[in-house]
Protein backbone atom coordinates (compact mmCIF):
# COMPACT_ATOMS: atom_id res chain seq x y z
CA UNK A 1 0.00 0.00 0.00
CA UNK A 2 1.49 3.73 -0.30
CA UNK A 3 3.20 4.64 2.50
CA UNK A 4 5.57 6.89 3.96
CA UNK A 5 7.52 5.84 6.75
CA UNK A 6 9.62 8.21 9.20
CA UNK A 7 13.07 7.54 11.08
CA UNK A 8 12.57 7.56 14.96
CA UNK A 9 12.54 10.19 17.68
CA UNK A 10 15.51 12.15 18.60
CA UNK A 11 16.34 14.08 21.61
CA UNK A 12 18.61 16.71 20.91
CA UNK A 13 20.40 19.29 22.64
CA UNK A 14 19.89 23.48 21.65
CA UNK A 15 22.21 24.26 18.84
CA UNK A 16 22.67 21.40 17.20
CA UNK A 17 20.82 19.98 13.96
CA UNK A 18 18.66 17.15 13.05
CA UNK A 19 17.42 14.68 10.34
CA UNK A 20 14.29 12.85 9.91
CA UNK A 21 14.28 11.05 7.37
CA UNK A 22 10.97 9.62 4.97
CA UNK A 23 10.84 5.93 2.85
CA UNK A 24 7.84 6.11 0.46
CA UNK A 25 6.45 2.63 -1.21
CA UNK A 26 4.13 1.83 -3.04
CA UNK A 27 3.97 4.36 -5.90
CA UNK A 28 5.99 6.23 -8.34
CA UNK A 29 8.02 8.52 -5.66
CA UNK A 30 9.31 10.41 -8.69
CA UNK A 31 5.98 11.76 -9.88
CA UNK A 32 5.47 13.48 -6.58
CA UNK A 33 6.50 16.40 -4.20
CA UNK A 34 7.21 15.57 -0.68
CA UNK A 35 6.33 18.12 2.01
CA UNK A 36 7.59 19.04 5.75
CA UNK A 37 4.72 19.94 8.10
CA UNK A 38 5.06 19.88 11.98
CA UNK A 39 3.08 20.05 15.15
CA UNK A 40 4.10 21.80 18.16
CA UNK A 41 2.94 20.06 21.29
CA UNK A 42 -0.64 21.15 21.51
CA UNK A 43 -0.49 23.34 18.79
CA UNK A 44 -1.79 23.27 15.23
CA UNK A 45 0.13 22.20 11.96
CA UNK A 46 3.12 24.31 10.20
CA UNK A 47 4.07 24.06 7.29
CA UNK A 48 7.42 24.68 6.16
CA UNK A 49 8.88 22.87 3.77
CA UNK A 50 8.24 21.56 -0.03
CA UNK A 51 10.65 19.37 -2.57
CA UNK A 52 9.75 18.12 -5.61
CA UNK A 53 11.08 14.27 -6.04
CA UNK A 54 11.41 14.91 -9.92
CA UNK A 55 13.20 18.14 -10.38
CA UNK A 56 14.43 18.71 -6.62
CA UNK A 57 13.13 21.75 -6.77
CA UNK A 58 12.11 23.51 -3.16
CA UNK A 59 10.17 26.43 -1.37
CA UNK A 60 10.39 27.42 2.22
CA UNK A 61 8.50 28.72 4.98
CA UNK A 62 10.68 31.83 5.01
CA UNK A 63 11.12 31.21 8.89
CA UNK A 64 12.95 28.19 8.08
CA UNK A 65 14.58 29.15 4.87
CA UNK A 66 17.84 29.61 6.87
CA UNK A 67 17.66 26.57 8.86
CA UNK A 68 16.11 23.58 6.56
CA UNK A 69 18.14 21.41 4.16
CA UNK A 70 16.21 19.22 2.07
CA UNK A 71 17.14 16.46 0.33
CA UNK A 72 15.66 13.26 -1.96
CA UNK A 73 17.62 10.05 -2.99
CA UNK A 74 15.42 8.50 -6.14
CA UNK A 75 16.96 5.38 -5.80
CA UNK A 76 15.89 4.42 -2.30
CA UNK A 77 12.18 6.49 -2.68
CA UNK A 78 13.84 8.35 0.39
CA UNK A 79 13.15 11.99 0.99
CA UNK A 80 15.19 13.90 3.97
CA UNK A 81 14.87 16.83 6.18
CA UNK A 82 17.29 18.41 7.90
CA UNK A 83 17.26 21.29 10.62
CA UNK A 84 20.00 23.40 12.17
CA UNK A 85 20.33 25.29 15.17
CA UNK A 86 17.94 24.01 17.27
CA UNK A 87 15.52 25.76 19.51
CA UNK A 88 13.81 24.85 22.29
CA UNK A 89 10.95 25.98 20.42
CA UNK A 90 11.53 23.50 17.83
CA UNK A 91 10.36 20.30 19.98
CA UNK A 92 7.53 19.03 18.05
CA UNK A 93 6.42 16.21 15.65
CA UNK A 94 7.50 16.09 12.30
CA UNK A 95 5.65 14.88 9.59
CA UNK A 96 6.56 14.29 5.63
CA UNK A 97 3.44 14.31 3.22
CA UNK A 98 2.81 12.74 -0.08
CA UNK A 99 2.06 16.79 -1.67
CA UNK A 100 0.71 17.01 -5.01
CA UNK A 101 -2.32 19.22 -6.68
CA UNK A 102 -4.79 17.64 -4.84
CA UNK A 103 -3.76 18.58 -0.98
CA UNK A 104 -1.64 16.37 0.99
CA UNK A 105 -2.55 13.03 0.77
CA UNK A 106 -0.45 10.57 2.17
CA UNK A 107 1.19 11.14 5.75
CA UNK A 108 4.52 9.49 7.81
CA UNK A 109 3.75 8.48 11.14
CA UNK A 110 5.12 11.50 12.59
CA UNK A 111 8.84 11.56 14.15
CA UNK A 112 8.98 13.16 17.31
CA UNK A 113 11.76 15.81 18.13
CA UNK A 114 12.92 17.23 21.49
CA UNK A 115 14.97 19.95 21.86
CA UNK A 116 16.70 20.06 25.70
CA UNK A 117 19.77 20.63 27.27
CA UNK B 1 1.77 34.70 2.48
CA UNK B 2 -2.03 33.75 2.26
CA UNK B 3 -3.04 33.60 5.87
CA UNK B 4 -5.95 31.30 6.26
CA UNK B 5 -8.27 32.13 9.39
CA UNK B 6 -10.63 29.72 10.78
CA UNK B 7 -14.14 29.87 12.49
CA UNK B 8 -15.39 29.10 15.08
CA UNK B 9 -12.10 28.50 17.08
CA UNK B 10 -14.54 25.64 18.53
CA UNK B 11 -17.49 24.33 17.52
CA UNK B 12 -20.40 22.66 19.91
CA UNK B 13 -23.03 20.60 18.42
CA UNK B 14 -24.80 17.76 18.98
CA UNK B 15 -24.47 14.40 17.68
CA UNK B 16 -26.50 13.76 14.51
CA UNK B 17 -26.52 17.92 13.97
CA UNK B 18 -25.21 19.46 11.05
CA UNK B 19 -21.32 21.43 11.33
CA UNK B 20 -20.44 24.20 9.15
CA UNK B 21 -16.48 25.47 9.74
CA UNK B 22 -15.59 27.89 8.03
CA UNK B 23 -11.99 28.76 6.42
CA UNK B 24 -11.38 32.75 5.38
CA UNK B 25 -8.21 33.59 2.86
CA UNK B 26 -6.39 36.74 2.92
CA UNK B 27 -5.90 36.37 -0.71
CA UNK B 28 -7.94 34.43 -3.38
CA UNK B 29 -7.11 30.97 -2.75
CA UNK B 30 -9.13 29.78 -6.44
CA UNK B 31 -10.13 26.58 -5.27
CA UNK B 32 -6.38 24.94 -3.82
CA UNK B 33 -8.53 24.41 -0.78
CA UNK B 34 -7.94 21.12 1.18
CA UNK B 35 -9.39 20.40 4.75
CA UNK B 36 -8.00 17.73 7.45
CA UNK B 37 -9.08 15.90 10.06
CA UNK B 38 -6.45 15.06 12.92
CA UNK B 39 -8.02 12.80 16.29
CA UNK B 40 -5.89 12.86 19.08
CA UNK B 41 -2.53 11.24 19.08
CA UNK B 42 -3.09 10.42 15.27
CA UNK B 43 -1.92 11.51 11.92
CA UNK B 44 -4.06 14.14 10.60
CA UNK B 45 -5.66 12.85 7.30
CA UNK B 46 -7.01 14.39 4.43
CA UNK B 47 -10.76 14.85 3.61
CA UNK B 48 -11.40 17.27 1.31
CA UNK B 49 -9.11 18.69 -1.76
CA UNK B 50 -9.92 21.30 -4.73
CA UNK B 51 -12.39 22.91 -2.52
CA UNK B 52 -15.19 20.62 -2.95
CA UNK B 53 -13.86 17.31 -4.00
CA UNK B 54 -13.29 14.31 -1.51
CA UNK B 55 -10.77 12.48 -0.72
CA UNK B 56 -10.56 8.76 -1.73
CA UNK B 57 -12.88 6.49 1.25
CA UNK B 58 -13.99 9.88 3.19
CA UNK B 59 -17.54 9.67 4.36
CA UNK B 60 -20.36 11.16 2.01
CA UNK B 61 -21.60 13.14 5.18
CA UNK B 62 -17.87 15.79 5.05
CA UNK B 63 -18.64 18.28 2.26
CA UNK B 64 -16.74 21.15 1.14
CA UNK B 65 -17.73 24.67 -0.81
CA UNK B 66 -16.31 27.64 -1.86
CA UNK B 67 -13.64 29.82 -3.80
CA UNK B 68 -11.46 32.65 -3.76
CA UNK B 69 -11.29 33.83 -0.21
CA UNK B 70 -14.23 31.67 1.43
CA UNK B 71 -14.56 28.34 2.61
CA UNK B 72 -16.98 25.81 4.34
CA UNK B 73 -16.38 22.26 5.40
CA UNK B 74 -20.25 21.03 6.13
CA UNK B 75 -20.62 17.56 8.32
CA UNK B 76 -24.21 16.45 7.76
CA UNK B 77 -24.83 14.37 10.72
CA UNK B 78 -22.35 14.53 13.06
CA UNK B 79 -21.06 10.84 14.67
CA UNK B 80 -18.99 10.31 17.83
CA UNK B 81 -15.81 9.92 15.67
CA UNK B 82 -16.40 13.49 14.28
CA UNK B 83 -15.54 15.22 17.40
CA UNK B 84 -12.07 16.23 16.60
CA UNK B 85 -9.73 18.45 15.19
CA UNK B 86 -9.97 20.06 11.39
CA UNK B 87 -8.10 22.37 9.37
CA UNK B 88 -7.73 24.19 6.24
CA UNK B 89 -5.41 24.40 4.34
CA UNK B 90 -4.02 26.47 0.93
CA UNK B 91 -1.93 25.17 -1.59
CA UNK B 92 -2.51 28.18 -4.52
CA UNK B 93 0.62 30.04 -3.64
CA UNK B 94 3.68 29.53 -1.85
CA UNK B 95 4.12 29.02 0.64
CA UNK B 96 1.53 26.36 1.91
CA UNK B 97 -0.57 27.67 5.23
CA UNK B 98 -2.46 26.04 7.25
CA UNK B 99 -5.49 27.92 9.56
CA UNK B 100 -5.23 27.27 12.99
CA UNK B 101 -7.91 24.69 13.49
CA UNK B 102 -11.49 24.15 14.83
CA UNK B 103 -12.42 21.59 17.47
CA UNK B 104 -15.62 20.20 17.09
CA UNK B 105 -17.09 19.22 20.61
CA UNK B 106 -20.16 17.32 21.91
CA UNK B 107 -22.88 19.84 22.98
Known sequence: QVQLVQSGAEVKKPGASVT????????NFNLY???????????GLEWMAWISAYTGNTNYAQRFQDRVIMTIDTSTSTASMELRSLRSDDTAVYYCTRDNVKGMDVWGQGTTVTVSS | EIVMTQSPATLSVSPGERATLSCR???SASTDVAWYQQKPGQTPRLLIYGAFTRATGIPARFS??????????T???LQSEDFVVYYCQQYNKWPR????????EIK
Open chain 1, 20 to 27: VSCKASGY
Open chain 1, 33 to 43: GVSWVRQAPGQ
Open chain 2, 25 to 27: ASQ
Open chain 2, 64 to 73: GSGSGTEFTL
Open chain 2, 75 to 77: ISS
Open chain 2, 97 to 104: TFGQGTKV
